[in-house]
């Protein structure tokens, strides 16, 4: 860890039910978190409202996604102006399962990243190479395009924090090595220096995600490019979660 505050998120992803939701924000609730990391958790959509009026305001809520613009006639779609109003302070974007599974394209999610700013939410920003991209040597490139599209369209880094979550990595149990993790957090530091500005390199946190758990997290913590981690699986269970979270360094 070494820029800004260590950042834990919590992406539950499409799982749970009111009972579950309800057992996981209870021992959230009762978990001794560290003091210096921002704590965020990102239930589905329709238990939002049940956690922000259950869960510790110690932890902060994020979208899973949010539409493009303005809500309106977009059936399916939640607006950022909708997860303000319920408590959201944070919303994920680029997410691999969004890109390679609903098919988000770069231009459209950085155009969701600057809408979400613009009204105010921090934005997660994720990016992260397929296991063939990286066999071919593409990892960099892969990152970099993505994170070009990000920076396009964003007028200020100010209430971003770029998520590397490799795509071979996610679910999988095949969590990158810290030295590979390091790897691409260094070159993605050193993308923000080049083509935005040296600031925003040295302030935006780079967190990692893809099969971090209780057992790995404090090796990657160690580096001093993974600023935080964006959890899965291990976040659906509260003391695991609490675990990564104070594995800050
Ligand atoms: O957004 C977090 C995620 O994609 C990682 O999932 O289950 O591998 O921790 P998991």
């Given at each position: 860890a070494g820029s800004g505050k260590f950042f834990v998120g919590g992406n539950w992803k499409c799982n749970g039910t009111k009972d579950s939701i309800a057992k996981l924000v209870s021992d959230l609730n009762s978990a001794s978190l560290e003091a210096d990391v921002d704590v965020v958790v990102s239930p589905p959509f329709v238990y939002i409202d049940q956690v922000k009026s259950s869960l510790t305001d110690r932890i902060e809520i994020s979208g899973q996604n949010s539409w493009v613009?303005?809500?309106?006639?977009?059936?399916g779609e939640i607006s950022v102006e909708q997860l303000k109003d319920i408590g959201c302070k944070w919303v994920i974007l680029g997410h691999s399962e969004r890109r390679?599974?609903?098919?988000?394209k770069d231009e459209f999610i950085g155009k969701k990243a600057a809408y979400a700013l613009s009204e105010g939410l921090g934005v997660i920003a994720c990016i992260g190479e397929k296991l063939e991209e990286r066999e071919a040597g593409k990892t960099f490139d892969v990152c970099f395009d993505q994170l070009k599209a990000f920076a396009d369209a964003v007028?200020?880094?100010?209430k971003v924090v770029v998520a590397y979550e490799p795509v071979w990595a996610i679910g999988t149990g095949k969590v990158a090595s810290p030295q590979q993790a390091q790897e691409v957090h260094v070159a993605v530091r050193d993308w923000l220096k080049k083509n935005v500005s040296e600031e925003v390199a040295s302030k935006t946190r780079i967190i990692y995600g893809g099969s971090v758990n209780g057992g790995n997290c404090a090796e990657l913590a160690?580096?001093?490019?993974?600023?935080?981690f964006l959890v899965?699986?291990?976040?659906?269970k509260g003391p695991e979660f609490a675990t990564i979270v104070n594995s800050v360094t």
């Open positions: 613009g303005k809500g309106g006639a977009f059936t390679h599974v609903i098919g988000e007028p200020s880094w100010e160690k580096e001093e490019d993974i600023d935080g899965g699986g291990a976040s659906l």
